[in-house]
């Protein structure tokens, strides 16, 4: 476990971005030689679309990264934060803890919350317009979104006390796990049985990305999945029965062009069947 605090506490720019582009190589073999799914689109543009976010996504969290820096400089010089209350713990549970907070309050919370406050959701549907979910599809986020994410995961940072090297690695462990569980791939069911009792699996995530609802509010966690057995917000549903995109978004503009969609935000808001917000 030292070794990885020391690794993380300096890791290289160069190799955040290799466990990232080595993490999007690897599961778009293992969708090409084991596919949950094969279906007929244009994937070069698929993959042109999914990547352009993907890449708003970085530049933001680069262009945002010194806050997360000096927040968590802050929680630790003034000794604030869950972690920081704690200062005995085994440095393995001590890692293992900061992963859940940062897990709950930087993935699940955010995510619950966009898809709870119709502003935020506005935002977020870009995410789910995707009707081919794929690994490239872990980062297809709206910009804005991207500020969002990257907010809680601040706001995680303080209200952990977590260290530096804690939350690089926790957002490489993000990245990794997002890009499997978006992933196009089959898994034996005995493993996604075994396995999705503690991490999110494809098979889980898939029943968030139905394009109804109440599957669409189900399943919001990336690494951990027993936060949505914990707080009620986990579903299943069979894969076979799964259809991507989302209800109000059929078009193919609203789907694959790259304009359309980051307008889509501050056009007349569509409710979906089964509407979960009034107005």
Request: glycine fraction near 6%; avoid cysteine; charge should be neutral.
């Amino acid at each position: 476990m030292e070794t990885i605090v020391r690794y993380f506490g300096s890791i290289p720019s160069a190799h955040r971005s290799a466990f990232l582009l080595g993490g999007l190589t690897f599961f778009l073999l293992l969708e090409y030689g084991l596919p949950y799914y094969r279906s007929k689109y244009n994937k070069r543009k698929h993959f042109g679309v999914n990547v352009f976010f993907t890449a708003t996504t970085i530049i933001i969290n680069f262009l945002m990264a010194f806050i997360l820096l000096k927040s968590s400089d802050w929680a630790l010089s003034h000794s604030f934060g869950i972690l920081q209350w704690l200062p005995d713990m085994p440095l393995t549970l001590f890692v293992l803890t900061g992963l859940l907070l940062l897990d709950f309050i930087g993935a699940y919370l955010v995510h619950w919350a966009q898809h709870n406050v119709q502003w935020m959701w506005r935002f977020h549907l870009i995410h789910h317009t995707d009707p081919n979910v794929d690994t490239t599809t872990a980062n297809r986020h709206h910009p804005i979104e991207s500020v969002f994410r990257f907010t809680f995961t601040t706001l995680g940072a303080v209200i952990s006390g977590s260290p530096m090297y804690l939350i690089m690695l926790y957002q490489t462990l993000s990245a990794l796990l997002s890009q499997f569980n978006h992933s196009n791939i089959q898994l034996p069911p005995w493993f996604e049985r075994m396995v999705g009792w503690v991490l999110v699996t494809p098979g889980i995530h898939r029943v968030h990305h139905h394009y109804m609802l109440p599957y669409t509010d189900k399943n919001y966690g990336n690494i951990f999945s027993f936060w949505d057995r914990l707080l009620g917000t986990f579903s299943t549903l069979d894969n076979d029965k799964i259809i991507f995109g989302i209800d109000t978004h059929q078009d193919t503009l609203d789907q694959s062009n790259i304009g359309t969609m980051l307008k889509i935000p501050f056009n007349p808001f569509r409710h979906p069947d089964g509407a979960k917000f009034e107005s």
